[in-house]
């Protein structure tokens, strides 16, 4: 049976943490002087990915 390959896409939107999948933030990669500063420090702050959605990622991962 051939290997399983990992969604490359994927790979590089997330990352594994601990026990947790760091994902980055939308909305802050341009037009960012209308932003207030303390969205912009939110967009900042890690966020991870729901529980919900979190086994279809670790299967495009393939660590399922």
């Known amino acids: ?12 939107r997330f990352k594994l943490k601990k026990n947790l999948i760091k994902r980055g933030s939308a909305f802050k990669s341009h037009i960012l002087t209308k932003k207030r500063p303390r969205k912009i420090a ?3 702050a890690p966020k991870y990915v729901h529980s919900a959605n979190s086994e279809s990622v670790k299967k495009m991962l ?3």
């Open 1 to 12: 049976m051939p290997k399983m390959k990992t969604n490359r896409g994927a790979a590089k």
């Open 62 to 64: 393939c660590m399922a």
């Open 42 to 44: 939110n967009l900042n």
